[in-house]
């Protein structure tokens, strides 16, 4: 089918239709998410203190979203105003994005440490001053490349809906494959590797001596929980390829997506669909703690029927 009888429109308010529903449902299971990590004392651990921090996150993104699904919605007329929406969506998500990512490796190395270097002296003495270091080099590092990269972005004057990047040469393309890497990639083998390592570890270590009924209920609750974070962790990293894969797509080729929507509409639409996916990652990850976490669906359950109870007694008062 030519691209002159294709409606892009249409296709917008689809994607937009969508999107902005699932943020609406991402938005209140993180708020749910947010507030069962502040009032149940089990969660004031490291892991749920750095996953605490990855749905704060994710609660910032889904409000930036609603904005960037508003535009695809009803088109903005003036270039500048659709531009500053686009680059303040793309730099509030993205950076979002990135905190949670890295955030997740921050846990598999926390993870690495405990389960297969338990008596690391170096672990041991500054873990709490190694999280905190590490949390503000995430923090820097997401934020100074989204801010970078969000210079050569805006909207078009052919298409004030299109999000799009500006004359990509050969200094931005290198730009984008080393925040590629630095975002997604080294994240990603980081995670691989600790939860590799903990799988093996696990597999052959055997504790001396006769364990204790506590000492097996014990032990099988830390392997539940290394299982839960590795589902999490697993999850984000398989939503997060197609994106990449279409970003270092982009930087070899050099084409901006309006370039790529020309020459083919079936490839602009699969851009769109790893835009949908990694933006929504913050939408279905509350959903993934759940699944995979019993504890945090325990928490969450109990906090839903404590809401629900007051709401009916105030409904009957």
Aim: charged share 15%; aromatic share 14%.
């Amino acid at each position: 089918m030519a691209n002159q009888t294709i409606d892009y429109g249409r296709i917008y308010t689809f994607f937009g239709v969508i999107g902005s529903t699932l943020t609406g449902i991402g938005f209140t299971s993180n708020l749910i998410l947010s507030y069962t990590f502040l009032t149940d004392k089990y969660f004031r651990k490291v892991t749920y203190y750095l996953m605490f921090i990855c749905v704060i996150s994710d609660v910032i993104a889904n409000i930036s979203l609603f904005f960037g699904y508003a535009v695809l919605l009803k088109q903005v007329d003036h270039v500048d105003v659709a531009s500053a929406i686009c680059r303040t969506v793309l730099f509030i998500v993205f950076t979002s994005y990135g905190i949670s990512f890295m955030n997740l490796a921050l846990i598999a190395v926390d993870r690495y440490f405990v389960v297969v270097r338990p008596l690391s002296l170096f672990y041991r003495y500054y873990k709490k001053r190694f999280i905190i270091i590490s949390e503000i080099c995430v923090l820097l590092l997401a934020t100074s490349i989204n801010l970078t990269g969000n210079i050569q972005v805006g909207a078009r004057k052919e298409d004030t809906r299109l999000c799009d990047s500006f004359n990509i040469t050969r200094v931005v393309s290198t730009f984008m494959i080393i925040s590629t890497m630095v975002r997604f990639i080294i994240p990603s083998m980081t995670i691989i590797f600790c939860y590799w390592r903990i799988i093996i570890h696990q597999r052959n270590y055997v504790r001396p001596g006769q364990q204790t009924k506590d000492q097996l209920d014990m032990e099988i609750k830390k392997r539940r929980h290394i299982q839960a974070l590795m589902s999490i962790s697993a999850f984000n990293v398989l939503n997060t390829w197609p994106f990449t894969a279409f970003y270092i797509g982009q930087a070899v080729t050099g084409k901006s997506l309006y370039q790529i929507r020309t020459e083919s509409s079936v490839l602009f639409v699969l851009c769109l669909i790893s835009l949908l996916i990694i933006s929504n990652t913050t939408i279905l990850n509350p959903f993934i703690y759940m699944k995979f976490d019993r504890n945090i669906r325990a928490s969450v359950i109990r906090n839903l029927k404590s809401i629900l109870a007051s709401l009916f007694c105030l409904h009957y008062r």
